[in-house]
Structure formats: C-alpha cells, structure tokens
C-alpha cells in the first residue's frame, strides 16, 4: 500500500532536524510528488483573533489564496465546523473559492493541538471524485502527526 509507504517517509520527516516550515514543505512536497491525482498540497493555519486563516508552506501552482476568512471555500468552512470535508466535484458547491480552473476535487482536514483547530491541510485534485475513504482516513493521520509539531 503507497499510503504506508508515503507515511513511513513522513516519520522521517518529523523526526529530522529541521524547521517547522521546513517539515511542512517536505511534506507538501512528497504527498505531491507521490500521489498523482494530489495536485496541490497545502497548509493554512488559523489566526483565531482576525478568523481568517494564512498559507503556509505549499506544493502546487501559485495561489493568490494567501488569505481565507472564516466560512468562505472549503478552507474557511472546515475552520468553522472542525470536520473534514471531502468535495467529489467543486463545481457542484456554492461557497468554492477556486484557485484554479483545473481544479474537480478537494479535499480539507483540520489539524487540532489541545481539541484546537489551528489549521488544515488542503488538497486539490485536478481529476473529479479523487478522494476516498482512504484518503480521508491517510490525511486525518498526517494531521495528528503534524500537530505533534506545535505541542
């Protein structure tokens, strides 16, 4: 199973002498480079105070998207409701942002320290209906390894 795999390698990630950031761009980078239908991998974390939430590190076409107020796109909605959200086809959704045309899917976890949600990993998938279960699942795992990172 590549998701094994792929989460062996994010240990070695964590565990490295490196920066936060640093973690987050190797992490951004190999789920990109490793799962074909990841077509933009990021991370946004949380500034509760203004309730927008700021990108972070990223792999993927450049976005404008830099910033999300609270409740709008998928990013904005899963900082409000604290639950992943899978979308099988973006077009089929009133309250997408899209960062890019090419975009069908997406899928948004949110990462929690302390039952706090201090951001999320968000994933575009050029192809419709990308995600699975599985996905789901992988995803939720990587959020708990990098909220490790802020304790």
Request: net charge negative; glycine share 4%.
């Amino acid at each position: 199973m590549r998701y094994k795999e792929i989460f062996n390698e994010i240990d070695e990630i964590i565990k490295a002498e490196l920066a936060v950031e640093s973690k987050l761009q190797a992490i951004a980078d190999l789920l990109q480079q490793k799962i074909s239908y990841y077509d933009w991998v990021g991370f946004y974390f949380a500034d509760a105070d203004n309730k927008v939430l700021n990108l972070g590190p990223y792999a993927g076409l450049t976005t404008e998207h830099t910033q999300i107020p609270y409740g709008k796109g998928i990013c904005g909605q899963v900082a409000m409701s604290n639950e992943t959200f899978l979308v099988s086809d973006v077009n089929a959704q009133d309250n997408y942002i899209s960062c890019n045309i090419n975009v069908k899917s997406e899928i948004v976890v949110p990462i929690f320290v302390n039952n706090k949600n201090i951001g999320q990993i968000d994933i575009d998938s050029n192809t419709l209906d990308a995600f699975t279960t599985e996905d789901r699942l992988f995803l939720e795992d990587i959020a708990k390894k990098v909220a490790n990172l802020y304790i």
